[in-house]
């Protein structure tokens, strides 16, 4: 939960610092704010503090709050208000009285420094949170600190004037983690997943619903019974929240605490008038509503209020919303819990799946789960889950859409439900990065293959497919070998599955002209039902066989569906244009498509794809510390992986980060591994790597290895087709020469580059260029080629080969043109960019710090080099300036 972290950071900062502190942390329940205050408590030691929580029981007694507060503080003696208290029932508080006591004796009383941490403070009663507003003006000269947390909604109008921080919820993949934490590594990711989903980010939902869950029901053996019950102590703050509303307020959530989600419409015809009341629920956060249904945002709230009625109360909800509605999806979902009978499994999971359409992913889910517990009856069920998981794969619920697989494969059932609850089951795993081991269908298809010869083509389709995206060779073409000798037996068996595994093994072999000739075949935009599975295929194949223009054109027709791109293939076609564009070298197109997969922030698929571009996209931003967590994150990968070209991508990459370092012994390690796992003829990748190799062997001086490893790839270097592996091995060629003859090359290289060559390869020539030309003692001719290497970062945003380059020209810049004061290498990079016109700001986003954190080093280098402004130290570094074009 790295965002709670960083607020638990800065208000342990606030706490422990010297100026006033007087802050409220508003959050929905459940967002952890409880836990803040204990962490924070934790952190704060033996510095003096004191942590109150506030009780429902408390909002009707006068002082109460107070009183509580003033016992637990260590005051230097007692502070009594008990002749404050109201005499009799009703009689009100002299909330001036109190404050003037409270002004008079309470600023001598307490330990100066002291740290007044409350939870929960909306439930304070009102002269208590009267006070505390005073409290917070009054203690300001002993330094006393104030952090409360209160619920989303208004803040209590004594603390207006409060500073407020926002509590948001978990992302996905905070969410995901902590539920795996909480609940163990036995448990079913569907549910997790599910957990996760209904929570809304909220981490005391994630734990409270998942500690209420038996053990079977975690692991995915059982259907949930939704929604799930919460703990009593939320029970008893919620119900307090919900007592606070208007009545009418509480019978229009009473009324949808009985379903996931409800019509608009069905609400207004049950409760005339209430058009004002959703709308300002609404605005206070109890409600969402889209697209004419309407919804409680919290879970836990919706399931206080539902199972604190009784069952004949439920049933009467249930029967009024079954007979007003006008959805039949919901109508038939509280139908159930009206006449159980009437209404069969298939026929509510089959509801389910249409809710998915719709776009009502979690009510989906929840009717499902209804579905799952009625009686099965008829042969229906299993289509049925296999249509709820293909709409949940599409809405990118992947876990959720193979447990209901899972459910149905349980089920007896015929060869052609059992062929497609498989193939979807292996296209699941295909799209989150599994592996499927082949023998696991082998006696499936081998005793269906006759009867069903169409299903299990598709299923080989499907495996071919897989182990084609984790760029297993030998697997893909013994796969795609079978189905197709089972297609030349039955011919109509032939569907998109099977030739999607034909392109990507076509690939895999390098047959550029299959794909060449699929492509200027291609509709411009996809039509028939299997038109995408082909067309993702073809462009995964064509980025493979390093056509990259073609590859992102086909990615471009898919993304202009007429009737738009599932949330799937949306994200789907985001990570593959990203890695396309990467294995391109397109830096900034390639930068851009990276922080959009970052920002969207949804399931990883493909993995280890988005490990491997988020490492690479770190790198080249000079994140070293954010590249290596992705790097650890691919070592369980690299320990089990069995796809040789997968784990050479990996080795690639581990060689571009030493290079990039200056790390060259680990380079050579890693890119060797990268050339020794390659398989098949050689690619513009085999050449990129020997080039690499060559140059970090340079570097170390170990020219003799150098030559020698140009000479065994010389071969199949010049086997592979097109003009940049042609540029990248003449490179290769100059870095294995010695003398003035490998500057000759480097000069002639340059000489024949064109304004349509590859960008970042002209900067790495130059860099190339530059450092021979420095090894050589040639420091001026050096410098002019590094800094225009420099600049083609620059403008790339290769923040990380930038990083490089300033490590080889730091000393230069120290000594050069009488520079009277060294700079670090971070202190380079700020005055460059002061060079460059940067403000502040953008020199805070350029190097992910906050801008006060630039203000400081520029204070700190003004004190060092004795300058007062940007202009005077901009002008006493002129050497350090970059290059102008």
């Not at 369980?636 to 997968?646: D, N, Q, T, V």
């Not at 954190?853 to 005077?872: H, S």
Request: hydrophobic content about 45%; proline content about 5%.
């Amino acid at each position: 939960m790295r965002s709670r972290r960083n607020l638990l950071n800065t208000l342990l900062s606030k706490a422990t610092g010297s100026r006033e502190v007087a802050l409220v942390v508003s959050g929905a329940s459940g967002a952890g704010k409880s836990w803040l205050l204990r962490q924070l408590q934790h952190e704060l030691g033996a510095h003096p503090h004191v942590l109150l929580r506030i009780s429902p029981m408390e909002t009707n007694w006068p002082l109460s709050s107070l009183i509580k507060l003033l016992s637990e503080l260590d005051l230097a003696e007692p502070l009594a208000l008990d002749h404050f208290l109201p005499q009799s029932p009703g009689q009100g508080v002299d909330s001036y009285a109190v404050a003037r006591h409270l002004h008079a004796k309470l600023p001598a009383l307490v330990t100066p420094g002291t740290v007044i941490l409350l939870d929960d403070v909306d439930l304070m009663d009102e002269a208590s949170l009267e006070a505390l507003g005073f409290m917070s003006t009054w203690l300001q000269r002993n330094r006393a600190k104030f952090i409360v947390t209160v619920a989303s909604g208004p803040i209590p109008e004594p603390l207006a004037g409060w500073e407020i921080l926002k509590l948001r919820g978990l992302t996905e993949a905070e969410s995901l983690a902590l539920a795996r934490e909480t609940a163990g590594v036995d448990a079913d990711p569907a549910v997790l997943h599910f957990t996760t989903t209904t929570s809304r980010g909220m981490p005391g939902s994630i734990i409270e619903q998942l500690d209420r869950l038996q053990r079977q029901a975690q692991a995915g053996e059982l259907p949930l019974t939704l929604p799930l019950p919460v703990g009593t102590e939320r029970t008893g703050k919620l119900s307090k929240v919900v007592a606070r509303l208007k009545e009418e307020h509480q019978q229009v959530l009473t009324l949808l605490a009985a379903a996931p989600v409800t019509e608009r419409a069905t609400v207004l015809a049950l409760k005339p008038g209430a058009v004002s009341c959703i709308d300002e629920l609404e605005q206070r956060g109890f409600l969402v509503g889209a697209d004419g249904h309407v919804q409680i945002s919290d879970p836990a709230l919706r399931s206080t209020l539902y199972w604190g009625l009784n069952l004949t109360e439920r049933q009467s909800l249930h029967r009024q919303l079954q007979e007003h509605g006008e959805d039949p999806t919901l109508k038939l979902y509280h139908r159930t819990y009206v006449d159980q009978l009437g209404v069969t499994a298939s026929e509510l999971v089959a509801a389910a799946g249409q809710l998915v359409e719709q776009g009502q992913v979690a009510a989906a889910i929840e009717v499902a789960e209804r579905g799952l517990l009625l009686p099965v009856t008829g042969t229906h069920l299993p289509q049925a889950l296999h249509y709820l998981a293909e709409m949940l794969c599409q809405h990118l619920q992947l876990e959720a859409a193979r447990r209901y697989v899972r459910f149905g494969r349980r089920l007896p059932l015929d060869p052609a439900a059992s062929l497609a609850l498989a193939t979807l089951d292996v296209q699941l795993s295909t799209l989150k990065g599994r592996v499927t081991a082949r023998n696991q269908h082998a006696a499936l298809i081998s005793e269906l293959e006759n009867v069903e010869p169409h299903g299990c083509v598709r299923l080989l389709g499907a495996l071919a497919t897989e182990y084609a995206l984790r760029e297993d060779h030998q697997q893909t073409e013994s796969l795609t070998a079978q189905a197709t000798a089972l297609v030349s037996r039955f011919p109509d068996a032939k569907g998109p599955e099977y030739e999607a595994a034909q392109l990507l093994c076509a690939a895999l072999n390098h047959d550029r002209q299959q794909l060449m000739d699929r492509f200027h075949q291609l509709p411009v935009v996809p039509k028939e039902p299997g038109d995408g599975i082909l067309m993702l295929a073809l462009g995964v194949g064509l980025s493979t066989a390093d056509c990259f223009l073609e590859a992102r054109e086909v990615f471009s027709r898919l993304a202009a569906a007429p009737e738009g791109a599932s949330p799937l293939m949306e994200r789907l076609l985001l990570l593959l244009n990203a890695a396309n564009a990467i294995l391109n070298q397109n830096y900034p197109r390639a930068m851009q498509l990276v922080e959009r997969w970052i920002a969207a922030d949804g399931p990883a698929l493909l993995s280890p794809i988005p490990q491997l571009i988020q490492a690479w996209y770190w790198m080249n931003k000079n994140r070293p510390d954010m590249a290596e967590w992705y790097f650890q994150s691919l070592e369980p990968r690299i320990l089990g992986e069995s796809s040789p070209m997968l784990l050479s991508r990996i080795a690639m990459m581990a060689g571009d980060r030493g290079l990039m370092t200056g790390d060259y012994p680990a380079a050579v390690e890693a890119y060797r591994r990268t050339l020794r796992l390659h398989q098949g003829p050689g690619n513009l990748r085999y050449v990129r790597a020997t080039c690499a190799l060559i140059e970090a062997l340079a570097m170390l001086g170990r020219t003799e290895e150098a030559v020698d490893e140009y000479r065994s790839r010389q071969e199949i270097m010049a086997a592979v087709p097109g003009r940049r592996p042609k540029l990248a091995m003449r490179c290769a060629q100059a870095l294995a020469m010695q003398g003035t003859a490998s500057l000759t090359r480097f000069q002639q290289l340059l000489d024949d580059w064109t304004g349509s060559d590859n960008t970042f390869e002209l900067a790495r020539l130059r860099h190339c260029f530059g450092q021979r030309l420095r090894s050589m003692g040639r420091t001026q001719a050096a410098r002019e080629h590094l800094q225009a290497a420099r600049a083609l970062y620059r403008s790339l945003g290769a923040r990380g080969w930038m990083a490089n380059l300033e490590d080889l020209e730091a000393p230069v810049a120290a000594t050069s043109r009488n520079t009277p004061l060294s700079l670090s290498r971070e202190e380079i990079a700020v005055v460059r960019m002061i060079h460059d016109g940067l403000t502040n700001k953008a020199i805070a986003k350029e190097l992910f710090i906050s801008v006060s954190a630039v203000e400081a080093r520029l204070t700190k280098l003004y004190r060092r080099t004795g300058t007062r402004n940007r202009q005077q130290l901009a002008a006493r570094y002129a050497s350090v300036a970059a290059p102008r074009a």
